[in-house]
């Protein structure tokens, strides 16, 4: 009986290191695919790198940067195209800067908690999720037609501004309600005023943060193409522009022109015209990184 | 003098308050010109919604409604125009659906090994990586799309349109990976570890842990992720701009060329459609559709991730 009875125990022992081995055997398949997974997305930004790279380094060269469009593959450059950025970046940049970190200060500092507010943020993260050429159908009315601007520097700058508003606001609010309410405190302990201590403690110390979160925006603005597109942006242009008011073309809307082309060679320079976008990007975030890095106070 | 040092704090206090006439005014101005920064974006959406409804009316005062819906074709651009939206809704979800196909597996993968296998050095590593892909322009991931990934594709389907389906999809769901992969790592890594503890003491395999425990407490997180990937799907613009190709079809094969929503607004404003002219006012009318499509995705998601999470 007692014989018995320990085979019986032996044989259920024996099925549960079965069923325990089967069970691991799974999760390290289970582990396997998700590895692959993670491995497989990096994967396919190095080939996209890389093989942007190997196609357009080549045609890299001087002339790139200091030519005009032009219908000539080896004589075309983004001139035009990189002043325009630039001009673009001169108007967005101010524009998004106070809007967004008028309204972080607002809803941080100043909103009622109410409907209003609550609409107001709702607001916020909706038009976050608008898709950008909606954003250039609103550019296209409002800024290019009704206000006549037309399709200008500052109509495409402003619609840049208003697409990239609530990024800059979510990161603005973060920093701005990461300063300590201490700090805060000890500013009215010395009789300063609401506005003197955000003006003078707040905005200061949330700088380094709300940084960040501008240059981050305004990146993901210059690789913008499809609401300056829509807009009325351009795509060949032999001049960069000479007020707010001129016509203009930018970096992505000009290697769209590029990849529109059935000539193999303008496919090559369309490649070293993204290194030469991904550069600036990859610039502007390494001072993101540094700002972050260097200058974000720890309380 | 003597009189001053009579009062009470409180009247000091406002005494000086008072005294400052430039500063009370700043008080006073500073949060109006806050709420008008703040009003701005109320203005943002309200001149969305205005432009996209006003000229939709246009639109409509032309072309019947019924048009709109009811027919399949989809021919702005003939003598005889036929302004049946369907043809775009099929190529937009056709892509997206792609999209989905490719981003949901890789996304999710890639957010439980970060959360539940990899280390806090391989997690701290790989997120920014990951977050870089997100950063990247949309115009160049359609480059990539045409140039590199439409060879491929057509050397191993025979036969298969320069302009197709497939590609422009795979790719959009390689731009949305980031994207899933980040917010469902966000709500897997805020289940408590003391949930996956309790699991684990009960002699639960990470791999049980994970998908029977960790998974489900996170699962509005995750699928609020999805939402908001077929929403940045079926918005997006370039890629389906460059590699998707122009023809408005109902077709359900992927290797033929199809038209999205988006890549019809940018082919118009791009052609030389006269103001004023119907096909101008398509645009609104396409525009507002999308727009609706987007704003019902991201109204969804924000639901579920309201409605359905779990309190711990």
Redesign the interface.
């Given at each position: 009986m007692k014989f018995a009875n320990t085979a019986a125990q032996q044989r259920v022992h024996d099925e549960e290191v079965q069923g325990l081995s089967r069970r691991n055997i799974w999760n390290k398949i289970f582990k396997g695919v998700c590895f692959t997974a993670t491995a497989f997305s990096i994967l396919m930004l190095l080939v996209l790198l890389i093989r942007i790279l190997t196609q357009g380094i080549g045609f890299l060269d001087w002339g790139l940067i200091v030519n005009f469009a032009s219908r000539n593959a080896e004589d075309a450059g983004l001139l035009a195209a990189l002043a325009g950025t630039i001009w673009l970046m001169m108007v967005a940049a101010p524009v998004s800067f106070i809007l967004g970190v008028g309204t972080a200060v607002y809803l941080e500092e100043y909103a009622p908690s109410n409907k209003f507010t609550n609409l107001l943020q709702t607001n916020i993260s909706n038009l976050a999720g608008v898709p950008s050429v909606v954003f250039g159908l609103l550019g296209l009315t409002i800024f290019n037609r009704l206000m006549g601007m037309g399709a200008s520097v500052v109509a495409g700058g402003l619609t840049l501004s208003l697409l990239v508003l609530p990024i800059i606001v979510v990161a603005s609010r973060e920093a701005i309600s990461a300063v300590p309410t201490d700090v805060k405190h000890a500013s009215y302990a010395m009789g300063a005023t609401k506005w003197q201590t955000i003006f003078r403690i707040v905005i200061p110390t949330a700088l380094p943060g709300v940084l960040t979160g501008t240059i981050l925006a305004l990146s993901r603005a210059i690789g913008e193409t499809a609401p300056i597109l829509v807009l009325g942006a351009l795509t060949y242009v032999a001049a960069t522009p000479s007020g707010l008011l001129s016509s203009f073309t930018a970096m992505p809307v000009q290697i769209y022109n590029w990849t529109g082309r059935p000539q193999q060679e303008f496919q090559d320079i369309a490649a070293a015209g993204i290194i030469i976008l991904l550069l600036m990007l990859l610039f502007m975030n390494s001072i993101a990184v540094f700002i972050r890095s260097k200058f974000q106070k720890r309380f | 003098m003597e009189d001053r040092s009579k009062l009470s704090v409180s009247e000091r206090i406002e005494q000086?308050?008072k005294g400052s006439g430039s500063?009370s005014f700043?008080?006073k101005l500073?949060?109006v010109?806050?709420?008008?920064?703040?009003l701005?974006?109320?203005l943002?959406?309200v001149?969305?919604v205005f432009?996209?409804l006003f000229?939709t009316v246009t639109f409509f005062s032309n072309v019947p409604f019924a048009d709109f819906f009811a027919s399949t074709e989809w021919y702005p651009f003939f003598s005889d125009p036929q302004y049946g939206i369907w043809p775009l809704v099929n190529g937009t979800l056709m892509i997206a659906g792609i999209a989905m196909l490719v981003a949901v597996?890789?996304?999710?993968?890639?957010a439980?090994?970060?959360s539940?296998?990899?280390s806090e050095k391989v997690r701290k590593t790989?997120k920014p990586?990951?977050e870089?892909?997100a950063?990247?322009?949309?115009?160049?991931?359609?480059?990539?799309a045409?140039?590199?990934v439409t060879p491929i594709l057509r050397s191993i389907i025979p036969g298969m349109d320069i302009y197709n389906a497939l590609s422009p999809g795979i790719v959009v769901g390689?731009m949305i990976?980031?994207m899933i992969?980040s917010l469902s790592e966000d709500a897997m890594s805020s289940v408590p570890n003391s949930i996956r503890q309790g699991a684990f003491a009960l002699g639960a395999?990470?791999?049980?842990v994970?998908?029977k425990v960790v998974m489900p407490a996170a699962l509005s997180g995750i699928v609020a992720s999805f939402v908001?990937g077929v929403?940045r799907a079926?918005?997006?613009?370039?890629i389906v701009?460059?590699a998707g190709g122009a023809s408005p079809t109902m077709t359900v094969d992927p290797t033929g060329a199809v038209q999205t929503m988006?890549a019809y607004?940018?082919q118009v404003?791009?052609g030389d459609a006269g103001?004023g002219t119907p096909i101008y006012y398509s645009?609104?009318a396409v525009?507002m559709t999308?727009?609706i499509f987007?704003?019902m995705?991201?109204?969804l998601a924000?639901y579920i991730s309201r409605r359905f999470r779990e309190d711990y």
């Open positions: - | 000086r308050t500063s700043t008080e500073m949060p010109v806050f709420f008008i920064c703040a701005i974006s109320i943002t959406t001149g969305i432009t996209l000229e597996p890789f996304g999710l993968g890639a439980i090994y970060l539940e296998y990899a790989v990586i990951l870089v892909l950063g990247i322009p949309t115009i160049v991931y359609g480059f990539f045409l140039t590199f390689v990976i980031p992969a395999t990470r791999m049980e994970t998908v908001l929403s079926i918005g997006e613009t370039m701009t460059v988006t607004i940018v404003t791009q103001y645009i609104y525009g999308l727009f987007t704003l995705m991201n109204l924000h």
